[in-house]
């Protein structure tokens, strides 16, 4: 079973950077996408970026905003997202997630493994 582990998410204050990690263990398949996606309280889960684990072709949402950066260290099958100039709308709980399409990772369906989430609180 694939089970992602995220790590990284803190409290920050806007204009701040911060890096989260998402390690996924128990795959077996050599091509698969990982990515994030967020939810901020009351909204809906949005796509914020994916790459594939192999290849490195990465995808964005329009929540990136051109401030968020994904990146993967293959060997260790894991991911990092970096976000610079935080703002308080990047406040939200921040789900790794894996699917074996990167062209379908942006929308949930897409999604075959999610993470449990790790909390970016922006503070003004």
């Known amino acids: 079973q694939v089970q992602l582990v995220e790590s990284g998410g803190e409290s920050v204050q806007a204009g701040g950077s911060l890096r989260l990690s998402c390690a996924a263990h128990g795959v077996t398949s050599s091509t698969y996408a990982m990515g994030w996606f967020r939810q901020a309280p009351g909204k809906e889960r949005e796509f914020v970026a994916a790459?594939?684990?192999?290849?490195?072709?990465?995808r964005y949402g329009d929540s990136a905003q051109g401030r968020s950066t994904i990146s993967r260290d293959y060997a260790r099958n894991t991911v990092f997202l970096q976000m610079n100039t935080v703002k308080f709308e990047d406040t939200a709980t921040y789900y790794c997630a894996l699917g074996y399409d990167i062209r379908k990772m942006s929308i949930m369906g897409g999604v075959e493994f999610w993470g449990k989430g790790t909390p970016v609180t922006v503070s003004s």
């Open positions: 790459i594939h684990l192999r290849y490195g072709d990465t």
